[in-house]
C-alpha cells in the first residue's frame, strides 16, 4: 500500500469525540482554504510508512479505542486510506475520517468502514469557491452532506468561522441549506491562527458571535453549536 503520511499523534481524546484515539496525519488536499492550519500537509511526505504506524497501533491493542484519519484530506489518496480502514478495523479499533467532503463518491465509498465523519463545511455551498478557490467545491460537499446524512453514520459537521470569511448572514444562509438536507446541528468554531497561511487572516481575526446573531442562529437550528468564547 502506497500512502503519503504527515505525522502521527499517538493519542487524543477531542479528535474522535468520547473516545481515546490516534490521530493518524496523511498529505495532500485538491483545495487551498486559507485558514488551512494544516497546509504543511498539503503535499510531501513525513518518512513515516504505513508498516511502523500498523506497528504501532499493534501495541496500542486494548489501549486506545479507535484510530482518527486526519489530513490534509484523506478522500486525496482514497484507494491507501481504504485499505488502511480495513487493517485498523482488523486490529481491533474504531476508524473515524475527518473530511472536508471533497468527492462524496470516494466518501460514500470510505462509509461502510468507517464509524465516525467529522464534516469540515466551509460555508453556504454558494461560498464556497471563494474560500477553498476551487470551483464545484461547493457541489461536492453538498453531495458529501447528502450522502453522510443518508448513510446514518455517527459525525459530526463543523465549520470554522473567521468574519472576514463568512458573515453572520453566511452563518444564517448556510444553517438553513443544512437544516433543509436534514442536519441536526453544526459545530461552528472560532479561526484559530496557528499554521495559517494567510498572515492577514491571522492579523484580522476579531470576535464575531453577537447575542443577536445567535439568536438567529437558534432559531434557524435549535441543535447548532456555538463558541463559548
Ligand atoms: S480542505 Fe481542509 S486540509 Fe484542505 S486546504 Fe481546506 S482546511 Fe486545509
Known amino acids: ?12 481524546s477531542v479528535d474522535y469525540p468520547g473516545y481515546q484515539a490516534a490521530v493518524l496525519f496523511v498529505t495532500g488536499c485538491p483545495w487551498r482554504c486559507p485558514y488551512c492550519h494544516n497546509s504543511h500537509l498539503w503535499a510531501g511526505d513525513a518518512g513515516l510508512s504505513w508498516p511502523a504506524v500498523r506497528s504501532f497501533l499493534e501495541t496500542r491493542v486494548g489501549l486506545l ?12 489518496q482514497v484507494t491507501s486510506i481504504h485499505e488502511a480502514l480495513k ?15 471533497v468527492s462524496a463518491r470516494r466518501l460514500q ?9 467529522g464534516l469540515d463545511i466551509k460555508g453556504p455551498f454558494s461560498r464556497y469557491q471563494s474560500i477553498t478557490t476551487r470551483a464545484r467545491s ?12 443518508a ?18 448572514d453566511d452563518l444564517v ?20 491562527p496557528m499554521g495559517c497561511p494567510d498572515s492577514r487572516l491571522a492579523a484580522t481575526y476579531r470576535p464575531w458571535l453577537t447575542p443577536e446573531l445567535a439568536a438567529r442562529l437558534r432559531a434557524i437550528m435549535p441543535g447548532v453549536v456555538l463558541p463559548t468564547s
Open 1 to 12: 500500500m502506497t500512502l503519503r503520511l504527515g505525522g502521527l499523534v499517538p493519542w487524543s
Open 138 to 149: 461547493g457541489d461536492a460537499a453538498r453531495a458529501s452532506v447528502e450522502i453522510l446524512l
Open 151 to 168: 448513510s446514518g453514520t455517527p459525525h459530526e459537521l463543523r465549520t470554522t468561522v473567521h468574519p472576514d470569511l463568512l458573515s453572520g
Open 65 to 76: 479505542d479507535a484510530v482518527v484519519v486526519s489530513g490534509g484530506e484523506p478522500l486525496d
Open 87 to 101: 487493517e485498523i478495523r482488523g486490529l481491533g479499533f474504531g476508524t473515524a475520517l475527518h473530511t472536508a467532503g
Open 109 to 117: 465509498g470510505l462509509l461502510a468502514d468507517l464509524d465516525w465523519v
Open 173 to 192: 444562509a448556510m444553517l438553513n441549506e443544512l437544516a433543509a438536507l436534514g442536519a441536526p446541528s453544526v459545530t461552528l468554531k472560532n479561526f484559530r
